[in-house]
T-cell receptor
């Protein structure tokens, strides 16, 4: 069965520090993978997506993600976090349906 | 840019009321979705539609119905609102499911049932 797991419910980082949010998926075929960000009280905004090709994909707001088939992972990274990055982050996989993780809440401290 | 518009951002309704949540997309997407989002539970699919007048149940359809009379519009209906339907509701749309799709979300509708 298809599924997405985000192991970290909540992460706190200092402003300027690097960030990595973890995502593991279970999908039988070639996955199509996404990261979304949700600011408080808002809908989900697409950060980046992976369909094929280069396994390192660049997104908006300075985010990138790396697809690792051997680890069934699609981790999101940012070299230097800004206070405005505080939000909820969702990983998703698309096949016949869209499957979302339960999200990781990011807190940024000064 | 893709635009998914949810007509009501904040609603307060009484128990037993009939509630309509409206969603419009401007990208000629075939598929439209209604999700419910609750703390700790992530996004749960209520219903989706892959064509006009077509609908499929998602994971939590009980207590909800939907209507899609035009391709761009997808409505979520709570026939008799209950307090356990207090939640954030997200509408989304995409081209035909399958490979290479991207799903786009509206801003969300906060519903409080009192």
């Amino acid at each position: 069965a298809q599924s997405v797991t985000q192991p970290d419910i909540h992460i706190t980082v200092s402003e300027g520090a690097s960030l990595e949010l973890r995502c593991n998926y279970s999908y039988g075929a070639t996955p199509y993978l996404f990261w979304y960000v949700q600011s408080p009280g808002q809908g989900l905004q697409l950060l980046l997506k992976y369909f094929s090709g280069d396994t390192l994909v660049q997104g908006i707001k300075g985010f990138e993600a790396e697809f690792k088939r051997s680890q069934s992972s699609f981790n999101l990274r940012k070299p230097s976090v800004h206070w405005s990055d505080a939000a909820e982050y969702f990983c998703a996989v698309s096949g016949n349906q869209f499957y979302f993780g339960t999200g990781t809440s990011l807190t940024v401290i000064p | 840019d893709v635009k998914v518009t949810q007509s009501s951002r904040y609603l307060v309704k009484r128990t037993g009321e009939k509630v309509f949540l409206e969603c419009v997309q401007d990208m000629d997407h075939e598929n439209m979705f209604w999700y419910r989002q609750d703390p700790g539970l992530g996004l749960r699919l209520i219903y989706f539609s892959y064509d006009v007048k077509m609908k499929e149940k998602g994971d939590i359809p009980e207590g909800y119905s939907v209507s899609r009379e035009k391709k761009e519009r997808f409505s979520l209906i709570l026939e008799s609102a209950s307090t356990n339907q207090t939640s954030m509701y997200l509408c989304a749309s995409s081209f035909t499911t399958g490979v290479g799709n991207t799903i786009y979300f509206g801003e969300g509708s906060w519903l409080t049932v009192v």
